[in-house]
């Protein structure tokens, strides 16, 4: 239903916010970059990346939850109708935080 939708958007970001404040988050942070550039060989890419990176990891610290979810339409059912690239989403930011909890992931 409708609430349990909301209710799962609510966990997923709440559990997000609270990895990302964790102090160990921002050395595996750090460590994203040389493993992301061994991939893309551009100049400036660890550069780039932990801009971005430590710009996206600030965004989530001060991520307004509840807003989020309503701004995803997640409390209006909406998200259901995405269909398989919602549970793609879901399983993407499972591993993200996994990673985040365990580095050894």
Known sequence: GINAEYGGCHDLLGEVKKT?????????NKDLAPVICEHVSIPFCASLISKFLAGTLEKAQNLDVDGTCVELKACEGEVKNVGDVCSECAQVANLVIKKLQDPSV
């Open 20 to 28: 990302t404040n964790n102090p160990e988050t921002k050395q595996i």
